[in-house]
């Protein structure tokens, strides 16, 4: 069975520059969730959906980050404009249904480094 | 916020129990423990997750106790590739739906 698949795997951009993330979550799964890792802290939910609807964007800041999941399936995640604290790498996962008791399977992650 | 407290580092021998653990003492009566370990520059990989009961699967057993409010996870014969993080994480309630809030989680460095 094929996995989250995330790209690119490294981007490095200038600040006030405009980046995407792309998600292919597991088939079939209907939630898919983004996080933000800094460097040695735990993954924070960024955004959470299910199917194409968003659950949970309370984590997102709304000012310069935008998801979007059309037709339920594919995602994408965009900073614009970047700031240096947005360095980070950025992990997208999927589950089933994303009720209690599924588990979620992570991306390798994108690691963002802003200059 | 997360809802755990792990200790920030343990060691372990290679072929030794790895026990890790993890306080939830504000757990809900319907919240699952869930287990994910990240190993150096990789996604967050699922261990095992439970509710009431003891839980095992080829990778490790889950030991809850009765009270709901601490568990430990187990690895059986730790092996070098186990160095890693490894989270405790609560399902937190919001709109139904699953969400998985992480805390710093327990460095686990196994040593030959």
């Known amino acids: 069975e094929a996995g989250v698949a995330q790209s690119p795997r490294y981007k490095i951009i200038e600040k006030r520059q405009s980046v995407a993330f792309w998600c292919n979550p597991i088939s079939g799964h209907a939630t898919l969730y983004w996080y933000q890792q800094i460097l040695g802290q735990g993954p924070k939910l960024l955004i959470q959906f299910q199917n194409n609807g968003v659950v949970d964007d309370s984590q997102l800041p709304k000012d310069r980050f935008s998801a979007e999941r059309l037709k339920g399936v594919d995602s994408t995640l965009k900073i614009q404009p970047a700031k240096l604290e947005d360095s980070a790498v950025y992990l997208c996962?999927?589950?089933?249904?994303?009720?209690?008791?599924?588990?979620?399977?992570f991306g390798q992650g994108t690691r963002l480094t802003v200059v | 916020d997360a809802k755990t407290t792990q200790p920030p580092s343990m060691d372990c021998a290679e072929g030794r129990a790895a026990n890790l653990p993890c306080n939830h003492s504000t757990i809900s009566g319907n919240e699952y423990v869930y287990w994910y370990r990240q190993i150096h520059s990789q996604g967050p990989q699922y261990i095992i997750h439970g509710l009431k009961n003891n839980e095992t699967n080829e990778m490790a057993s889950l030991i809850i106790t009765e009270d709901r409010k601490s568990s430990t996870l187990i690895l059986p014969h730790a092996t070098l590739r186990d160095t890693a993080v490894y989270y405790c994480i609560v399902r937190v309630d919001g709109t139904g739906f699953q969400k998985l809030v992480f805390g710093t989680g327990t460095r686990l460095l196994v040593s030959p």
């Open positions: 996962a999927s589950s089933l249904t994303g009720g209690p008791g599924t588990e979620a399977f």
